[in-house]
């Protein structure tokens, strides 16, 4: 392989390189917006009734297991190329990250702070928006950051389905096939940088949306 | 259904589990490669999360390196070291190293911070305890940190074998064997019959991956001390 | 004043077949405090959630101003009464005068009123408007956190307030503060109370009613403090107060309330017209005298008072009828 890197072929893709981010960051966007309110609802259930809580979060465990390029192939056998097959299988993967996180949330908020709510009068839906899920945001967030990360991660492997598809990864892919590592970091690095660069925003909004818990940093 | 039933012809064709293509041969490549790349994150991130557990010291910048490490698609990483370790060893550096090289990557994270949660995780009493009948660091390390930690330590270094043993299944678009390789050739084969052979891969790969899951299972329940299995399940972070 | 009578009539909650409130009835006047002490197990909490129905009676009836509580939705009552509990339960995500708000807010309250209500009820309880007005929970301290919860469950102005053990978790001396602040608090307020506590002393102190329950959810006196003290009502009240019990009685009256010799003898100690005649009594021992002086705010000795004459008025206090 010649490491020597092919600038004007780099300038010459630079448009290629934003339609392919666009395309990733959109993949990935459709798999955790809807993994999310996916796993909200089934978090709830799990919190609200702890019978469902284990078998909810079996069921996840199992759908980890799987690795994505087998899940991608046994989607294929039954809806072909398309959209679907790609997403199906990333929102599984968000579910698995997001229920356990988001159930783990509701938990941490403390029975005192339940007690006392209970005690003031919140109906059982106030309750639930008004004070568990804004003490349940940390971990909320924790769950998101992971899931966004590993879903921009998966949504490389998606080049194995074709051109259509892969964002950045289409130039991982490409760059292999030809032997031609200028493209191959061409795909690998926006890659990585991309999945730091959403790590680091989604940090940044949950100090700004816990203004409590950054003060609570300051008092001790 | 038609496929189901090629798929099950494929898995019980004995031409199928002979030679340096069959699945035997596959499964060892796959296993060998996902053990290597365990035991090297084992000897990268154990004795560092045990180390910053203990001491307390440099817990912010081992954690947000892990929570870096984590973030790093694997395939980027493949393809990343590949050129590099290529020109190195045309051979074993093309087909092999990059691969090792993501699944550590992948590997170190759980095992580092679940190391160092266990062993955080212990009541600082009993700790204190130890030290004021004149029990020396490392002895409280070994005898009385680790094994109270064990349960957290365990699900952390589960949580990375299944993780790589999943995930090593890429290494197969670049060039490496392993059960990966089923999936990539019989996609690249689709229309032409290759769908029996994807989707046994498929279950190949789904049933190592539960082996290992629940091996590692066993393994934590054999490595508790009795007294702790008798408290509710410990889970660290990442489960 | 706002307050309310509350009366509990054959009472029980019953878990299977174990009682952990048994048939408890009595009633507290408005305007009053009563306490609910005694051991762990007795069901003074319980009989305390049964009131806003944070758990509900297996049997008997609780009137709330003559009405049953169990013809009223739950979540409106819970919001028509004030409720404290030890662990404070602030709500971290929101700030002093956001958990302050949480029952006006809930009931509709415009901005402006609820704004002004907060305002009034920090300088209530003793906090800086300007200080804590934006802070969060994670940055007080445990007093300081207490008065929020007091401040928060009087923020509609409830007729009836539910406090279990308020001051549990806060060190002596600033539980002493608290609750000289609540009884002051009192005076102007003059709400209905009720207060769970497991601290004898702390019940005497408080209430203007206690009633003393025994492990099974059993009433075993109910009646107001010097009563408890002077005439306990069976073996277990008597070994529950103490057998320093008229000691105890004593902390109910004030060298103020003696008729006080002239004072003749030169040496004694000094003595307050605020200090509590077991204070006084301490202070007399201590000095190894028979006597003290008694003097007022400019420190002018005023008169004497004795051992004696402290005697006569525990015998007196003893006496009195139960109100």
Known sequence: MDLNVDVAW?????????????????????????????????????????????????????????????????????????????????????????????????????????????GLGYTSSQRLWRVEVPLAVPLIIAGLRLAAVSTIGLVTVTSILGDSFGGLGFFILEGYRRSFPTELYFGAIPSILLAFLVDALLVRMERSITPWARSAAVAS | MGILADTLAWLTDPTHWSGPTGIP???????????????????????????????????????????????????AVIAIVLPITASIDPRAGFLVYPTVVAMVVLAVPPILVNAYTGIVGVDRDIVEAARGQGIDERRILTDVELPLSVPVLITGIRSAAVQVVATATLGAIFGFGGLGRFLVDGFAQYTLGGAAQMLGGVVLVAGLVIATDLSFAALQRALTPRALRLHSSVEGPLA | ??????????????????????????????????????????????????????????????????????????????????????????????????????????????????????????????????????????????????????????????????????????????????????????????????????????????????????????????????????????????????????????????????????????????????MTLRDALSEILAAGTMSGRVVDESGRVVGEASIEQIAAALRETAARKPA
């Open chain 3, 1 to 274: 004043m706002n307050a309310v009578e509350l009366e509990f009539l054959n009472v029980s909650k019953r878990y299977g077949s174990l009682a952990v409130v048994n048939d408890l009835s009595l009633k507290v006047p408005a305007g009053r405090i009563c306490v609910f002490v005694g051991p762990s197990g007795c069901g003074k909490t319980t009989s305390l959630k049964m009131v806003n129905r944070l758990i509900e009676p297996t049997s008997g009836e609780i009137l709330i101003g003559g009405r049953n509580v169990m013809s009223e939705d739950p979540i409106e009552l819970r919001r028509g009464i004030g409720y404290v509990i030890q662990q404070v339960g602030l709500l971290p995500h929101l700030t002093v005068a956001g958990n302050i708000a949480i029952v006006p807010r809930l009931l509709g309250w415009d901005a402006a009123r609820v704004r002004a209500r907060v305002e009034e009820l920090m300088e209530l309880v003793g906090l800086d408007v300007g200080r804590y007005r934006d802070r969060y929970p994670a940055q007080l301290s445990g007093g300081e956190r207490q008065r929020v919860g007091v401040a928060r469950a009087l923020a509609a102005d409830p007729p009836l307030m539910l406090m279990d053990e308020p001051f549990g978790a806060v060190d002596p001396i600033v539980r002493e503060r608290l609750q000289d602040e609540l009884l002051h608090l009192q005076e102007r307020l003059a709400k209905t109370i009720v207060f769970v506590t497991h601290d004898i002393d702390e019940a005497i102190k408080m209430g203007d009613l206690v009633a003393v329950l025994q492990v099974g959810g059993v009433l075993a006196q109910f009646g107001p403090p010097a009563q408890i003290l002077a005439h306990p009502a069976s073996e277990f009240v008597a070994r529950f107060v103490g057998a320093d019990r008229a000691l105890k009685l004593l902390s109910l009256r004030t060298v103020a309330d003696l008729d006080l010799k002239p004072a003749d003898t030169p040496d004694g100690p000094l003595l307050t017209q605020d």
């Open chain 1, 10 to 118: 780099i300038v010459d893709h630079l448009d290629e390189l934003a339609y392919r981010t666009f395309q990733h960051l959109l993949l990935a966007s459709i798999a955790v917006g809807i993994g999310f309110v996916i796993s909200f609802f089934l978090a709830v259930i799990a919190v609200r009734r702890r019978a469902a809580y284990a078998p909810i979060l079996a069921f996840s465990d199992v759908l980890y297991t799987i690795p994505s390029l087998a899940l991608f192939a046994v989607l294929i056998s039954v809806t072909g190329i398309t959209l679907l097959t790609v997403e199906i299988p990333l929102v599984m993967y968000t579910l698995v990250i997001f229920v356990r996180n988001i159930a783990a949330g509701f938990d941490s908020v403390p029975t005192d702070v339940i007690g006392a709510a209970d």
């Open chain 2, 25 to 75: 041969n596959r499964l060892v490549e796959h296993v060998g490669l996902s053990a290597a790349s365990l035991l090297i994150a084992l000897v990268i991130a154990l004795p560092v999360g045990l180390y910053i557990g203990h001491t307390r010291r440099g817990v912010a910048l081992a954690v947000n390196t892990a929570n870096l490490w984590r973030a790093l698609p694997s395939l």
